[in-house]
């Protein structure tokens, strides 16, 4: 999945600062409230792999990352079957 699928799919972007982190570097990072206590988190900027972003829900095992947007589109689709219309994957 890119960047544009996320941001595409309404995904909101959290920058974290160093002076922030005190990591030595910027990152960032998406998210996206599903709906109260289900939020879907995108690997962080600097772990990126040839352009290639996952999602994923920090409480969820590993083999639950979703690496399509196709996969989240069907996910938000099955969770929430009738969704706002301001949601951009509708």
């Given at each position: 999945m890119t960047e544009n699928d996320?941001?595409?799919l309404g995904f909101n972007k959290v920058e974290v600062k160093d002076l922030e982190?005190?990591?030595g570097y910027d990152y960032y990072y998406y998210t996206y409230?599903?709906?109260?206590?289900?939020?879907?988190?995108?690997?962080?900027?600097d772990r990126v792999e040839n352009g290639q972003w996952y999602v994923y829900?920090?409480?969820w095992p590993d083999?639950?990352?979703?690496?399509?947007k196709e996969h989240v589109i069907h996910f938000l689709e099955t969770v929430?079957?009738?969704?706002?219309?301001?949601?951009a994957w509708t």
């Open positions: 996320l941001t595409d982190s005190q990591n409230e599903v709906f109260n206590n289900l939020t879907l988190n995108s690997i962080d900027s829900n920090l409480e083999q639950f990352r979703m690496h399509d929430n079957p009738h969704p706002h219309p301001h949601h």
